[in-house]
């Protein structure tokens, strides 16, 4: 018996498109069942040795059809290099911003990427917002590292075409879009070239693509453009063994990107995608022309194809067991290619979970909780702590093929603990005959040394980065998508005489009422967390603020103090507080009374909590991020937020705030004295609004609250009543009603992206400047990411202007801000970005807001 084995790491390496049969599908995913036209499409593809790279800036950049016809129809392996996550973005569906955010999208393109069946890839670079030049970008990102990042995933995957969606000059319309396309072309060549990057070529070999090609669309093209001198492929097919589209395939998998608001209408019939060519041999009809992707490319292959094609002619779809045993010789055939080291394992890989499938073998491995703490599992003569930890497992198999069950054995990964190598934790040898549809359950006593207490921190927010780069070290986790499972089980069977493995992660699985099963990645966590309670802490004045801390234990068994790390001139009451926590998951909260001093400086600073644990300090908190369409995620960020000295006044009492897509305005308002009662749409009507000082409407309120359509008139009755509406910034596209204010106004897509743009005051009269604080230039220092964004382009002379800034070598922009008088009361529509700087702890922007929100009292 011939054995053949794949590790965790492995198998994440080798990871194939969705209907080609995934290897080891993201985590905390239900176990991947596949219907017999799904495993005919998968021997299908198993017999097209092609492969494609599609390149773009950020999540939901890429076009879903062209990849969903490119893995379905054209059978390629086909990849998506997304240059960022999406960290500096807007989040239509929660709070969450820059690098929460970027753990949504990234997950949100897996999910993307799981229906239109492409491979997903990332570069270090930061989405670090809207840029309006690929200069600027590149003074921002380390452009050489990114390249490197590009080429590295080039030659990893050796695509035998580059396609981009953007073009490399300002028609691209945003800097990282363009920054993209550029790289993409420098990648192309430095690929193939030796001299380049060449520590890479311990892991990897060169690899130079056939053609780059540009994948124009309408956005690029002028109404009667002459396309003659571009590549046409008709994206709009039908797979019948999908039963779909490759539009509809296309719109299931873009509206994955929930948080940007991307839903997406299926489309059916033709639907033709433009290539222009920019390097490489010259294609006159199809981009892949003259490109062998047959088994002929490989030396001693051709044999192996026409194995394959045999086992295609034979595939009963009644009985996919039936093509085990031809499966089986083309993996012997595939383990005995002399050189080819990459299509040749890719499509071992590939036939061995073939195999699963036609054998309808279901295996999973759940924890009995979701999480465990690292250093809890050290043997029990160190600290009396029982270190086992339950795993269960079953395993079906449904059909008639004889299949034995010869041995199973639970794997650590080698970043939970410090040897560096997989650890075997629990083994054991069977011999169990399995008999058809009968269900083998078991379990796993997991224990041993491992003390990476951020082993489940996401891999690229592990260390500190700068604006514009994640810090990635380690060469072989560039371009992955996400960490892989921190625990996998190995099942070693036998079937027709041959010894094969699988490897599933451990998961955790729970059921809801409504949701039925549900499946998170099992998490490694500290043995303390320690999560600062609120985002920013403002002080108008001296009065002490209750700063809660709460702990949360990895562990049962945990006890040590609880300390708060404050800058000179504050003071925090009680200095130290001591815990004693017997449960795993139990949490308790401090409150800490903290005020400055004499000495507290004004502006901004940072509170830090400590927690110290058998003579060791915790300072990171725990964040679950949890969305129905995304696996759960677990952050731990360092327990700080932001502490602001600064002199504020305030006129009014009560805010009604009518959320939109999500933020933390409200929070903030809090913060500096206010009364904030979150409105809902039924709200909205004049009596009830009457009792408020001031109504604001959050992000993107016009975008996201559909009864704004028939409640406007009520808003503005309020308005004309007295009162005083704050409108933050709405996005041009997809408002719910043509006019959000009371007089014309045209909302555009400019914006300010320097943070700190050189601030012109329009009028210095106008009360926003004045009252109740004195707006000066240094109120705008400090800002993050962006000054302010969705500017309108012209407006009614009944509005006023505040406020002149612009981006350089650009034309002033003087919609930031725009007030109105309307009856009695005052209207304010601002771009301004207060959702990013207010939970950033911006001290002008407090003041600002002020002042908006105390207009005319």
């Known amino acids: 018996m011939r054995l053949i084995r794949f590790r965790a790491a492995a198998l ?10 995934l290897i080891g599908s993201a985590q905390a995913q239900a176990p991947k069942t596949y219907t017999s036209s799904e495993i005919l499409l998968g021997l299908k593809k198993l017999n097209v040795l092609g492969s494609v790279l599609y390149v773009a800036a950020h999540p939901d950049d890429e076009n879903t059809r062209l990849i969903a016809y490119m893995a379905n129809g054209r059978l390629l392996e086909t990849g998506y290099l997304s240059c960022t996550r999406g960290d500096g973005g807007q989040n239509l569906i929660g709070p969450e911003l820059r690098e929460q955010l970027g753990v949504i999208r990234t997950q ?43 080429v590295w995933v080039i030659r990893q995957r050796r695509p035998d075409v580059l396609i981009t969606r953007f073009p490399p000059d300002a028609r691209a319309g945003h800097g990282h879009h363009t920054a993209s396309a550029i790289l993409a072309a420098e990648a192309f060549d430095a690929a193939g070239d030796p001299k380049r990057f060449p520590e890479q070529l311990k892991y990897v070999q060169v690899w130079q693509p056939k053609r780059l090609f540009w994948n124009t669309g309408s956005f690029f093209v002028k109404p009667g453009e002459n396309m003659d001198g571009y590549l046409r492929l008709d994206a709009g097919g039908y797979n019948p063994l999908l039963g779909q589209s490759y539009g509809e395939i296309a719109a299931r998998s873009r509206s994955q990107h929930k948080s940007q608001g991307f839903g997406s209408a299926a489309t059916r019939g033709e639907a033709l995608e433009y290539l222009q060519q920019v390097k490489g041999d010259k294609a006159s009809k199809d981009p892949f022309e003259g490109i062998d992707q047959s088994w002929n490319r490989v030396p001693g292959g051709a044999a192996i194809g026409k194995m394959i094609d045999e086992v295609i002619r034979k595939y009963d779809a009644g009985n996919p067991s039936a093509s085990v045993a031809g499966l089986l010789k083309v993996r012997g055939a595939l383990n005995s290619l002399p050189n080819d080291k990459f299509w040749g394992g890719e499509r071992v890989a590939t036939v061995e979970n073939l195999i699963k499938a036609c054998l309808g073998l279901y295996i999973e491995a759940v924890a009995v909780e979701p999480s465990f703490s690292a250093v809890a599992l050290v043997p029990a003569s160190r600290n009396g702590y029982n270190p086992k930890y339950s795993v269960s497992y079953e395993v079906v198999e449904r059909s008639n093929v004889p299949l034995k069950l010869n041995r199973r054995g639970a794997y650590v990964a080698p970043y939970v603990q410090p040897m560096g190598k997989p650890a075997l934790i629990d083994s054991e040898d069977l011999n169990i005959s399995m008999k058809p549809n009968e269900k083998l359950n078991g379990t796993l006593e997991v224990g041993g040394e491992f003390t990476n207490a951020l082993a489940s921190q996401p891999y690229w927010l592990t260390d500190v980065s700068t604006t514009g780069m994640y810090s990635v070290q380690q060469q072989d986790k560039i371009g992955k998508p996400e960490n892989e499972a921190v625990a996998t089980v190995d099942f070693q069977f036998e079937v027709y005489g041959e010894s094969i493995s699988f490897t599933v992660p451990v998961q955790y699985k729970s059921t809801d009422p409504v949701e039925g099963e549900k499946y998170r990645p099992l998490t490694v966590v500290p043995p303390v967390a320690v999560n600062i309670g ?48 017997t449960a795993k998951d139990a949490e308790q909260t401090v409150f800490f009374q903290v ?39 677990t952050l731990f960020p360092e327990a700080v937020a932001p502490l602001v000295k600064l002199d504020l006044k305030r006129k009014g009492q009560e805010i009604g705030y009518l959320m939109g897509a999500g933020d933390d305005v409200p929070d903030a308002l809090r913060q500096i004295g206010y009364n904030v009662t979150l409105l809902k749409p039924e709200d909205i009507n ?34 004309e009543n007295g009162g005083n509406v704050v409108v933050q910034y709405v996005v041009n596209r997809g408002t719910v009603l043509p006019e959000i204010g009371p007089y014309p106004l045209k909302l555009s897509s400019d914006r ?99 002042n908006m929100v105390s207009l005319g009292k």
């Open 12 to 21: 994440l390496a080798l990871l194939i498109t969705n209907y080609s049969l």
């Open 752 to 850: 300010v992206t320097v943070e700190n743009a050189a601030v012109t005051f329009l009028n210095p009269k106008q009360p926003l400047l004045n009252m109740p604080n004195k707006i000066t230039a240094r109120d705008f220092e400090g800002w993050q990411q962006e000054q302010g964004l969705y500017y309108p382009s012209s407006w009614d002379p009944k509005y006023q202007t505040v406020i002149s800034s612009h981006d350089p070598g650009e034309t002033a922009k003087e919609g930031a801000i725009l007030v109105a008088d309307y009856g009695k009361g005052h209207y304010i529509y601002t771009g301004l970005s207060f959702f990013r700087e207010l939970p950033a702890g911006v001290p002008g922007a407090y003041r600002l807001l002020t």
């Open 595 to 633: 005020q400055p001093g004499p000495g507290a400086a004004e502006g901004k600073s940072e509170v830090k909590a400590v927690a110290t644990v058998d003579g060791k300090q915790y300072s990171r908190g725990y964040q679950a991020i949890q969305y129905n369409h995304i696996p759960t995620q």
């Open 534 to 581: 609120g985002r920013a802490y403002v002080f108008a004045d001296n009065t002490p603020k209750t700063i809660p801390v709460t702990l949360r234990t990895g562990r049962a068994g945990v006890k040590g103090s609880l300390a708060l790390t404050l800058p000179a001139g504050w003071k925090a009451q009680p200095a130290t507080a001591s815990f004693d926590l």
């Open 108 to 150: 949100e393109l897996l999910a993307a990427r799981r229906i239109d069946g492409g491979r997903q890839f990332f570069t270090r670079a930061n989405d670090f917002g809207f840029s309006k030049t690929a200069e600027e970008t590149f003074t921002i990102w380390d452009k050489e590292q990114v390249l490197s990042d590009m």
């Open 686 to 719: 004049a009596d009830y609004l009457r009792r408020f000082d001031a109504v604001v409407l959050g992000v993107r309120a016009y975008n996201t609250v559909s009864q704004l359509r028939n409640l406007q008139p009520n808003l503005l009755k309020y308005v």
